[in-house]
Each structure stands twice: as structure tokens, then as C-alpha cells.
T-cell receptor
């Protein structure tokens, strides 16, 4: 069974721009969560989607948004990029909503200049 | 969500058994204990999950004492490829709670 895939793997953007990251979960998994990882703050939860609905949201500004499609694929968008948004963005999928057994993708490394 | 405390770093040598202990004094009755492993520039990987006593899989063993206020992840005969950060998480199995990762334990395996 194919794992979680994320595209693109690497991205360089300029301050003020916006970016969209994509995540394809493991087949059959309906829950997708997004995390941001930085050296200073570690792994932080962004949001979780299940059946196309946002179920949980972490403590991030409204510039961070996401959505989930009917095939469970998910996208996250960051508008008006700031230098501090440079991070590894990880997507994880699971069978059940809020499951502690989650399967992570390789991440998208976003650099904001 | 129960707070967890684990050592910041540990060193070991190839072939040794490594035990990483996690403290979770305020664990709730319906909380499970889950461990993840993360290599540099990769997403975390689920290792093992347990509720009480002992759980073993092909990768590791998880020991949980009767009071459940701590747990120990045991990695038998580590190799250089086990060098990674190990995270202990505590929470209800499917309660809609997002994963909360602490600082983790950075394990360095030396030849």
C-alpha cells in the first residue's frame, strides 16, 4: 500500500506570497492532519480534517487554512508568507478521526526569503 | 492532555539495549501511550502503542507499570540506523485530540 505523499517536496517563496501544499493520504484513510515543524518550536499541530470537515485546529493565525476533498486528499494554504513560516510541513493520515496512530508523509520543506 | 517528560538526549553503542523512559504523572484513565520515531528531514513514524503492562512488536517493546505514571520504550540491540528522535505521547486513542509532540529524546547510537 502506498504511503502518504506530499507535493512539492521543496519550495522557495518570497515574503508576502501565498503557497498551497498538497497531501494524498494512504488509501482508505479519511483523516488528514497537518503539522508544522521548526527547530525552535518543534512539531506543532495545525489542523485536522475528516470527511471534508475541519475537526480540530491548532493555535495558528488565520493565514493558515486548509481543506479536504471528497477523495480525502488535502491541501493547506498559507497566505501573506512571513519569514517565520519557513518550516517543514508534515501531513499525516489515519483511519479514524483523532487517532494516535498516524502515518506521516515526508513533508514539504518551505523556505521563505 | 497529559504532559510528558522524557530525557532530552541519550547516547548508546551498537548492539546495546536502549531504554527510554517517559513520565506522565497525570495520565487519565482512558489515555494510551504512544511512541514515535523521527529521522532528520522525515516525518515521524509510529512505533508502538500501549495501555498497560507490556506490548511488543517487531521494532520495540513498551513497558507500562501498574500505576501508568511512566512508561519505558525498549529498543533491543540498537544499530546506527536507530539514531533518531523518539517522542512519547499520551492521550485518548480516538478522541479527536491532535497529537501533541514534546521535545522528544534524541538518541545517538555510536559505533
Amino acid at each position: 500500500k502506498a504511503g502518504v505523499t506530499q507535493t512539492p517536496r521543496y519550495l522557495i517563496k518570497t515574503r508576502g506570497q501565498q503557497v498551497t501544499l498538497s497531501c494524498s493520504p494512504i488509501s482508505g484513510h479519511r483523516s488528514v492532519s497537518w503539522y508544522q515543524q521548526t527547530p525552535g518550536q518543534g512539531l506543532q499541530f495545525l489542523f485536522e480534517y475528516f470527511s471534508e470537515t475541519q475537526r480540530n485546529k491548532g493555535n495558528f493565525p488565520g493565514r493558515f487554512s486548509g481543506r479536504q476533498f471528497s477523495n480525502s486528499r488535502s491541501e493547506m494554504n498559507v497566505s501573506t508568507l512571513e519569514l517565520g513560516d519557513s518550516a517543514l510541513y508534515l501531513c499525516a493520515s489515519s483511519l479514524a478521526e483523532g487517532a494516535y496512530e498516524q502515518y506521516f508523509g515526508p513533508g514539504t520543506r518551505l523556505t521563505v526569503t | 492532555l497529559a504532559k510528558t517528560t522524557q530525557p532530552i538526549s541519550m547516547d548508546s553503542y551498537e548492539g546495546q539495549e536502549v531504554n527510554i523512559t517517559c513520565s506522565h504523572n497525570n495520565i487519565a484513565t482512558n489515555d494510551y501511550i504512544t511512541w514515535y520515531q523521527q529521522f532528520p528531514s522525515q516525518g515521524p513514524r509510529f512505533i508502538i502503542q500501549g495501555y498497560k503492562t507490556k506490548v511488543t512488536n517487531e521494532v520495540a517493546s513498551l513497558f507500562i507499570p501498574a500505576d501508568r505514571k511512566s512508561s519505558t520504550l525498549s529498543l533491543p540491540r540498537v544499530s546506527l540506523s536507530d539514531t533518531a528522535v523518539y517522542y512519547c505521547l499520551v492521550g485518548a486513542k480516538n478522541a479527536g485530540n491532535m497529537l501533541t509532540f514534546g521535545g522528544g529524546t534524541r538518541l545517538m547510537v555510536k559505533p
